[in-house]
């Protein structure tokens, strides 16, 4: 399974079925745009639910037209079935099929990933020192300059450090990254203008730079243990404003998302203290840094445990809202905050 960090040059078109995988929707996206641009092709996207295409419309071709990209964003479950997968692969179309992870307990799953006439393509978020190459790579790619240390910086201020590692018999079996690449984009187009035709410093990212990540959601979390509502919509607006890669609806989803995450962390936390578990062994449970386990518990410490199971209980059906419904996203943001108090 091949990995990707930057949109690489697709080879002549010759597959009609792509699937790509992993959390890296910003290279996922530059792959895409790359692709129809050297085939010629318009991209056109789904990802509702309510509203599928047929699988008999995505193969077909207008006799007086170009053939075109689709991405079905998602949607795997809809279109992984032997019958569809077979008129996609001979479609005069390019077809997409994008999903952040494939459960490969599933047969149909294991079926697509052994399917040779299936390109697959695996985006990965770099993880630690990948992320300042990373860094430097695209600071490069457009015009800029930045110093090593400022590279480190900035690296840090995503959120490098305070990834989530998951292990089974002692091993890594995956690795959460709080950080997206849109961000990381973001942060580096502003220090660029700001730093105009001089290298990027530390200080620059100090000043410019926002605090990714959990300390965000550690920050929002705060706000609402301390029933600071204002300080906590300011919070919110501020992590959609950095979410400028995303559409606005898929940005409240992530945002629902961290917050589930986050309670759950507390959840965790909270079970460990009643059994007056040892910080050495929730670290070794974990995998977290001393420092991140001492600011889970200081949130944990300001929650009933009654209160974070409703929370997380009112959550996971606002995600189901968020996925399954046609309702505005100010509408469903509006949902999230009458959660929170």
């Known amino acids: 399974m091949s990995r990707v960090r930057s949109p690489p040059n697709p080879p002549k078109i010759l597959i ?9 929707d910003f290279s996922k996206n530059q792959y895409i745009n790359s692709m129809a641009k050297k085939e010629g092709m318009a991209l056109e996207f789904f990802s509702d639910v309510e509203n599928l295409p047929l699988a008999s419309n995505l193969a077909s071709q207008d006799l007086f037209s170009k053939p075109k990209v689709f991405i079905l964003k998602g949607l795997v479950k809809y279109f992984s079935s032997d019958d569809i997968v077979e008129k996609l ?11 952040e992870k494939l459960d490969k307990r599933l047969s149909e799953n294991k079926q697509l990933l052994a399917n040779k006439n299936i390109s697959l393509q695996e985006f990965n978020l770099p993880h630690g020192s990948e992320l300042n190459k990373w860094i430097a790579d695209r600071v490069k790619s457009l015009g800029g300059s930045i110093s090593t240390s400022a590279t480190e910086s900035l690296a840090v201020a995503l959120g490098r450090d305070d990834a989530k590692e998951t292990k089974f018999g002692g091993k890594v079996a995956s690795i959460d990254e709080i950080y997206n690449l849109w961000q990381a984009d973001s942060e580096i187009q502003k220090l660029i203008a700001f730093a105009k035709a001089r290298e990027i410093t530390p200080n620059d990212v100090h000043q410019l730079a926002s605090q ?12 609402i243990a301390d029933n600071k509502k204002q300080e906590a919509l300011e919070l919110l607006h501020k992590f959609l404003k950095n979410e ?3 559409d606005e609806k898929g940005a409240i989803i992530q945002l629902n998302a961290l917050l589930s995450e986050q309670f759950r962390n507390v959840a965790m936390i909270q079970e460990f203290l009643s059994r007056k578990t040892s910080d050495d062994k929730i670290l070794e449970a974990t995998g977290w840094k001393s420092g991140r386990l001492f600011v889970i518990k200081k949130i944990a410490s300001k929650f009933t445990p009654k209160k974070v199971l409703d929370f997380l209980t009112k959550l996971s059906a606002l995600d189901e809202e968020l996925k399954s419904s046609g309702t505005p996203p100010k509408v469903l943001l509006d949902l999230i905050i009458v959660q929170l108090f």
Not at 214 to 223: G, H
């Open 16 to 24: 009609m079925l792509t699937l790509l995988i992993g959390a890296d």
């Open 212 to 223: 990714n990540g959990e300390v965000d959601v550690f920050d929002l979390t705060n706000a």
């Open 89 to 99: 692969i001979a479609s005069k179309n390019q077809i997409i099929i994008a999903e």
């Open 244 to 246: 400028t890669g995303s």
